[in-house]
């Protein structure tokens, strides 16, 4: 009897901290939390993505490059400090292409106004990448909140844990399988790529010396007279071009269609076409209207679950650039 009672409290305990680290649609809603924290942020992100589309590729993209390091925690906005002098911030991979910082501090001041010390800069983050999503292609689903704030930060995880343009499709899976993401949400995720913009470096690689012969070749020459040989001239500057050059500011399955016709700008975004699950993925969200958007909101749901904090772990900062001390 004894040991059935202590089984069942073990259970029990199990249960409630299940419970309280879960996520929820409308955590902010009660009185004593933030009612309107999500209609903050959205005012917040509205403001400047309509005036700059680049600001909410950005954030969509940063939700992704906090997610898949150390979790949902927005270790991504951590300034350097002298007591973490190379936060992920400045990794190779964030450093300097992340954007839209400005937005999640313009909506963190919003919040600390109406809610001191209530909404974490990791819901702050879910929040905008949804918003963005809706402002720049009418994609809206529900996002489950509740985050906590991490504290530590590191350039060196950064590299290691996010998926770099070059790899393979084999790669991608894996990465994406040991943060508990499908094969569907790889290539669902992928589509992110159907706005923002890409530093040359990411992808010259596939046009000199000679050009990839898994990109279309009219493409490739079109991109070279974007993005000249640095290797072999005195100029050093990475230039900048869209990631889709058919819909550049608008979120939509268009790259899907680029993949199809070979493009893309990155080797991950070819590598979609080298199996049939992901292939037919691909072909389903460029001919199939409307499922690209449903699966999105989904597969954004899916890795905002990642690596969960407890209010032992983390915490509300007060500003999302600093740890609270």
């Known amino acids: 009897m004894g040991s059935r009672a202590t089984i069942f409290l073990s259970c029990l305990v199990f249960v409630m901290i299940l419970q309280a680290n879960a996520l929820q649609v409308g955590y902010y809603n ?5 009612p309107a924290a999500e209609s903050i942020v959205q ?11 680049g600001l909410g590729a950005g ?4 939700f992704f490059h906090d997610c898949f390091v150390r979790g949902c925690d927005a270790s991504v906005l951590l300034d350097n400090s002298t007591s973490n002098p190379n936060t992920e911030k ?14 999640i501090d313009a909506a963190k001041e919003a919040l600390e106004s109406a809610c001191p010390g209530k909404v974490s800069c990791a819901d702050i983050i879910a929040f905008a990448a949804r918003d963005a999503s809706y402002v720049l292609g009418n994609i809206s689903y529900d996002i489950p909140s509740g985050r906590y704030d991490g504290k530590i930060s590191n350039s060196t995880e950064a590299l290691l844990s996010l998926p770099p343009p070059f790899f393979n499709l084999t790669q991608l899976i894996g990465i994406f399988a040991k943060n508990n993401l499908s094969v569907v949400d790889l290539v669902t995720l992928s589509g992110a790529h159907s706005i ?7 992808f010259t690689s596939r046009l000199y010396p000679t050009i990839d012969p898994t990109m279309d070749q009219d493409f490739a020459l079109f991109l070279r007279g ?22 550049p500011n608008e979120f939509d399955s268009q790259y899907y269609d680029n993949v199809q016709a070979r493009k893309a700008l ?3 975004d070819w590598s979609l076409l080298t199996s049939p699950e992901t292939l037919q993925l691909v072909n389903d969200y460029s001919t199939v209207p409307g499922l690209y958007e449903e699966s999105f909101g989904k597969s954004m749901v899916n890795m905002g679950n990642l690596v969960l904090l407890d209010e032992t772990e983390g915490e509300i900062r007060k500003s999302c650039r600093a740890v609270n001390y």
């Not at 005012?43 to 589309?53: F, I, Q």
């Not at 400045?90 to 937005?103: D, H, Y």
Request: aromatic share 8%.
């Open 266 to 268: 990155f080797f991950s």
């Open 196 to 202: 923002g913009r890409s530093h040359c470096s990411s």
């Open 30 to 34: 009660s009185p004593t939390e933030c």
């Open 90 to 103: 400045n990794s190779i991979p964030n450093n300097p292409s992340l954007r839209g910082f400005e937005v």
């Open 43 to 53: 005012g917040v992100v509205e403001s400047y993505v309509r005036k700059d589309p």
């Open 226 to 247: 974007k993005c000249p040989d640095t290797s072999s001239t005195t100029n050093t500057v990475d230039g900048v071009v869209p990631q889709d050059f058919v819909t």
């Open 59 to 62: 954030l969509i993209r940063m």
